[in-house]
């Protein structure tokens, strides 16, 4: 069964507008790039949209190999130093005619089903990192 975003998770994410989306271009080399997402509840799956995201690098190289990463992160504090994260790697997906995930978007997107998710810091005093495979 595929791992799901937790309630902490999902709270962190929703105040969130930026992630990196890490993929695997055709020589087999990474490719990581700021997109804007949404998390569909329903569905447990991250949605990368763009403004021209059928067009886009990410797009081919997902269509390709389905292997992806992706990761949200920010600094809650630089006093003391307090890093929060969320880490998804999974098996992502192109659409085409879809509903874009914010108003001004393109219709092409990414879904990306979880396979592992790992996150950081998002609970006060939290040293440990909480994964789910």
């Given at each position: 069964?595929?791992p799901k ?109 979880p396979q ?18």
């Open positions: 069964m595929a975003l937790t309630a902490q998770e999902l709270d962190y994410l929703r105040g969130q507008t930026l992630g990196r989306l890490a993929t695997v271009d055709q020589s087999g080399a990474p490719q990581n790039n700021p997109v804007g997402f949404v998390i569909d509840e329903d569905a447990g799956q991250v949605v990368i949209g763009g403004w021209a995201m059928g067009d886009s690098r990410k797009f081919r190289n997902v269509r390709r190999n389905p292997n992806v990463a992706f990761v949200v992160d920010d600094l809650a504090s630089t006093d003391p130093w307090v890093v929060r994260d969320v880490d998804v790697r999974g098996s992502a997906a192109t659409l085409v005619d879809a509903d874009p995930p914010m108003r001004g978007m393109s219709t092409d997107v990414i879904r990306i089903t592992w998710i790992g996150s950081w810091g998002l609970a006060p005093g939290e040293s440990t990192i909480s994964v789910q495979t």
